[in-house]
């Protein structure tokens, strides 16, 4: 097929392709990570959507003269480029493809139709030099061709926002001159517990820790910045946790009514302040860090996800950047959050 892929078919090698996201997924599944399978859709598919809807001469037109600095130009340009993909047809030849490959994916217990993440992934995404985190959407519990479709083509407009183009003008060369997007379509993982980690101590740089952050339900309440939730710093070397923090974690995401998009939702008393990771837990996320970072051979920053089964899942990996020079000692537990913020949401 022309323009999808499993991703258990690709390596780093392709995210020229299926970009960053896609690419380092494939890497993670070469590695024996467990990964939910899935599948990527190319940037050829992208381009051939702008080509034959006439929506790359409008999106050029459109970005003419427009600098990175100019907040209203910018708007005005995201708004008549999105406005235009949103209402565009995804080519058949892509639309088909795609319901292949979802025919393809292992359907849960009783589900004909499987829910899925359909996620966006950019080129140059998730590399050591750039990263558009929080700039590209993400859409969860996505079931059926037709609303997989229109969820690829929304993350297609996403790189068309007004935030995507300005910080591609700031970065110039090809990402401002042609931009490209895959996009990643994974089995969605209905979490219990959820959130991100560092295979290193992102404040001081201390290569001999992992940083854990976790909270209830799906990742969207974490990666948004919605709680304040559980951290740990842990020993690579023993997996003794060295400091601790159980927050007050007042909303999670959970699979909304019907089965199809999330829902936000108040977590129950008991549960708000109750530690979310076990001992066992936090040993298998420390394990699986040194794992991928063994394979990238950098340190990483991951999103990861336990079932309501018990069986954790990793969903995104890509290099730390922006390391600061190493500190003797550790970061007060607030300087986590400034982290996350720096970084973004996925």
């Given at each position: 097929m022309g323009h999808t892929r499993r991703l258990d078919e690709l390596g780093g090698a392709d995210a020229g392709r299926y970009g960053g996201k896609s690419a380092g997924l494939g890497e993670l599944l070469r590695a024996g990570i467990p990964v939910p399978?899935?599948?990527a859709v190319s940037t050829?598919?992208?381009?051939?959507?702008?080509?034959?809807?006439?929506?790359?001469?409008r999106a050029a037109g459109a970005l003419a003269g427009v600098s990175a600095g100019d907040v209203e130009a910018l708007a005005r340009a995201a708004r008549v480029i999105t406005e235009g993909m949103r209402s565009a047809p995804v080519p058949?030849?892509?639309?088909?493809?795609?319901?292949?490959?979802?025919g393809g994916l292992p359907a849960g217990a009783g589900e004909d139709v499987p829910a899925v993440a359909v996620r966006s992934s950019a080129l140059g995404e998730d590399s050591a030099e750039a990263t558009f985190a929080g700039q590209q959407e993400t859409y969860l519990w996505v079931r059926g061709v037709d609303d997989i479709c229109s969820a690829v083509r929304s993350c297609w407009a996403s790189l068309y926002s007004a935030e995507a183009i300005s910080y591609r003008a700031r970065l110039g060369g090809d990402a401002a001159r042609r931009p490209a997007m895959g996009v990643t379509v994974q089995l969605m993982v209905d979490a219990a517990v959820s959130g991100v980690m560092f295979t290193c101590n992102p404040v001081s740089g201390d290569p001999s820790m992992v940083a854990i952050e976790a909270s209830w339900g799906l990742g969207l309440a974490v990666v948004g910045g919605e709680v304040t939730p559980d951290d740990y710093l842990v020993s690579k070397v023993t997996c003794d946790v060295v400091r601790?923090?159980?927050?007050?974690?007042?909303?999670?995401?959970?699979?909304?009514?019907?089965?199809?998009?999330a829902m936000r939702v108040p977590v129950g008393a008991e549960r708000r302040t109750a530690r979310c990771l076990g001992?066992?837990?936090v040993a298998a996320l420390v394990d699986v860090s040194k794992r991928i970072e063994g394979h990238f051979?950098?340190?990483?920053?991951?999103?990861?996800?336990?079932?309501?089964?018990?069986?954790?899942?990793v969903l995104q990996s890509r290099p730390v950047t922006g390391l600061p020079p190493r500190e003797p000692t550790s970061a007060p537990a607030s300087a986590m959050a400034l982290v996350m913020k720096k970084f973004g949401a996925r």
């Amino acid at each position: 097929m022309g323009h999808t892929r499993r991703l258990d078919e690709l390596g780093g090698a392709d995210a020229g392709r299926y970009g960053g996201k896609s690419a380092g997924l494939g890497e993670l599944l070469r590695a024996g990570i467990p990964v939910p399978p899935g599948f990527a859709v190319s940037t050829s598919a992208f381009h051939e959507f702008l080509e034959g809807s006439g929506l790359a001469d409008r999106a050029a037109g459109a970005l003419a003269g427009v600098s990175a600095g100019d907040v209203e130009a910018l708007a005005r340009a995201a708004r008549v480029i999105t406005e235009g993909m949103r209402s565009a047809p995804v080519p058949d030849a892509v639309r088909t493809e795609v319901g292949v490959q979802y025919g393809g994916l292992p359907a849960g217990a009783g589900e004909d139709v499987p829910a899925v993440a359909v996620r966006s992934s950019a080129l140059g995404e998730d590399s050591a030099e750039a990263t558009f985190a929080g700039q590209q959407e993400t859409y969860l519990w996505v079931r059926g061709v037709d609303d997989i479709c229109s969820a690829v083509r929304s993350c297609w407009a996403s790189l068309y926002s007004a935030e995507a183009i300005s910080y591609r003008a700031r970065l110039g060369g090809d990402a401002a001159r042609r931009p490209a997007m895959g996009v990643t379509v994974q089995l969605m993982v209905d979490a219990a517990v959820s959130g991100v980690m560092f295979t290193c101590n992102p404040v001081s740089g201390d290569p001999s820790m992992v940083a854990i952050e976790a909270s209830w339900g799906l990742g969207l309440a974490v990666v948004g910045g919605e709680v304040t939730p559980d951290d740990y710093l842990v020993s690579k070397v023993t997996c003794d946790v060295v400091r601790e923090h159980v927050n007050d974690k007042v909303i999670e995401y959970l699979p909304a009514a019907g089965g199809r998009g999330a829902m936000r939702v108040p977590v129950g008393a008991e549960r708000r302040t109750a530690r979310c990771l076990g001992g066992g837990e936090v040993a298998a996320l420390v394990d699986v860090s040194k794992r991928i970072e063994g394979h990238f051979g950098s340190h990483q920053d991951v999103e990861w996800a336990i079932d309501r089964g018990g069986t954790l899942y990793v969903l995104q990996s890509r290099p730390v950047t922006g390391l600061p020079p190493r500190e003797p000692t550790s970061a007060p537990a607030s300087a986590m959050a400034l982290v996350m913020k720096k970084f973004g949401a996925r």
